[in-house]
């Protein structure tokens, strides 16, 4: 349980860290709160030659608005996020799911950037922010560009970061007075990881007519996905109808290869994200928005 | 562990069993082959430096072909030792003809075991399922290019055909 050599590097600015990365491409990691690398380093299933930490980074731990967005700070903690009373009122879904995650140790240290990079299957964010039409903000030794949700997570622990870029910020749409929001989950009892992970985001008319939906469902396979059968199934329907939700649910995992592991067979997942969808479409009409 | 899958490969079944019994072309498929030398008939010592995410290892082994029947099946014996585990597996792989493809279906039982397996198991169907669908492709884009020309580049391949595709999806975005 002690981890091989490594340097240690703690840069005050993101442009020092990006020149650092550069420098040191094939044999650095980025610390970024570090509740996966570190176990994997003292068991020496990793063993990069240098940790970059962004820990003393001034200006990467945020959660505003502007311009009609929600921006969040690579650096922000999962405890940053669940205690915001903003988000709860402006975007339920993130502090829903920021609660969810592992245990409180886990949430005072884990960064929402770090568990975007490192895209376990079994995270929680993933889910979130593909049901938010997220934009993942990345920057690079050749500058910054912006990443839709939808092709950030290419496959299991790999994601669309080119080597040598960093997750600077996170960009959400603001939700409107219209959008009903929840993240439902099955954890696993001892780790805390999502066996199944569903999150909704769906825009609702006045007489409880599903306009448009949007569903990420993390856990299952290799990676988050848009449950984009759910979604069509649900668009243009009633709500208050319980038939139109576990038909639609039933679509959850429509195309996709479940995971099987010691804890949960394949077919016991996919019943289980069936399951936790219509629950999850379900919650958004009783939590309000 | 079961591992099964299908794949199927624009290629003949003559072609595509040549493919998966050449060193040569079986180094540069395998996710991470770094070395694959003939040491007896239809037996090969391997090096693989592979991983997923932060998590890294390298595995010597051996590769042992077994009761082949060509152009239709083979036995694939594996076994591997290496800093993050180990790993022992049989697998068959059966090649049917479908027209002008082939569909190569593949059934084998592996056993890991080290810290890979104590905590990495539950990524472990997910990630064998990852390489097998990096080692078809490219044994894909090796089985469509004539005998004598020569091997394909993978890596630029998948960098283009990444690029490509993006590319589309961002045309496509725009003009919607």
């Known amino acids: 349980m002690i981890t091989a050599q490594f340097d240690y590097a703690t840069p005050n600015t993101i442009a020092e860290a990006v020149a650092l990365l550069a420098q040191n491409r094939d044999d650095a990691k980025i610390l970024a709160g570090g509740h996966s690398l570190i176990p994997a380093m003292k068991l020496r299933l990793a063993q990069p030659q240098l940790l970059i930490d962004l820990g003393r980074i001034k200006d990467l731990a945020y959660i505003r608005e502007e311009g009609g967005k929600i921006l969040i700070g690579a650096m922000t903690t999962h405890y940053q996020l669940e205690s915001s009373a903003g988000l709860r009122d402006s975007c339920p879904l993130l502090t829903e799911c920021a609660a969810s995650i592992g245990d409180v140790q886990v949430r005072n240290k884990g960064t929402i950037g770090g568990s975007l990079a490192h895209s376990d299957p079994a995270a929680d964010w993933p889910a979130a922010m593909l049901a938010l039409r997220a934009e993942i903000v990345a920057i690079g030794s050749s500058g910054e560009r912006v990443i839709n949700a939808d092709d950030f997570f290419v496959d299991l622990f790999t994601t669309a970061l080119h080597p040598g870029e960093i997750i600077r910020e996170i960009r959400i749409d603001r939700p409107n007075s219209s959008s009903r929001q929840a993240y439902q989950k099955v954890p696993h009892p001892a780790s805390g990881f999502a066996v199944v992970g569903v999150a909704v985001s769906l825009q609702v008319s006045g007489d409880a007519i599903c306009e448009t939906a949007s569903i990420g469902i993390t856990g299952v396979g290799a990676k988050a996905f848009r449950a984009t059968g759910v979604e069509s199934a649900l668009t243009g329907k009633p709500l208050d109808d319980e038939q139109t939700i576990t038909l639609a649910a039933a679509h959850a995992c429509d195309g996709i290869e479940a995971n099987a592991d010691l804890y949960a067979s394949a077919d016991y997942r996919v019943h289980l994200a069936q399951i936790h969808t219509a629950r999850a479409i379900r919650r958004t009409i009783s939590n309000g928005k | ?176």
């Open chain 2, 1 to 176: 562990m079961k591992i099964e899958g299908t794949h199927e490969i624009n290629a003949s079944r003559e072609r595509v069993y040549e493919c998966l019994t050449n060193a040569g072309v079986l180094k540069r498929c395998i996710p991470g082959c770094e070395r694959l030398e003939k040491t007896g008939e239809n037996v090969f010592a391997t090096t693989i430096r592979t991983g997923v995410g932060s998590i890294k290892g390298v595995f010597n082994g051996t590769v042992r072909l077994e009761d082949m029947r060509p152009p239709e099946h083979y036995r694939l014996v594996v076994e591997g030792k290496g800093t993050p585990g180990f790993l022992k597996g049989t697998g068959d792989l059966d090649l049917e003809d479908h027209g002008k493809t082939t569909i190569v279906r593949y059934a084998g039982e592996v056993q890991v075991g080290g810290t890979i397996a104590s905590v990495g198991q539950r990524m472990l169907q997910a990630t064998a399922r990852m390489m097998a669908t990096q080692f078809f492709t490219a044994l894909e884009a090796e089985a469509k290019t004539a005998k004598d020309a020569p091997p394909p580049k993978h890596g630029f391949f998948r960098t283009a055909l990444r690029w490509f595709s993006g590319w589309l999806r961002r045309m496509f975005r725009s003009f919607a």
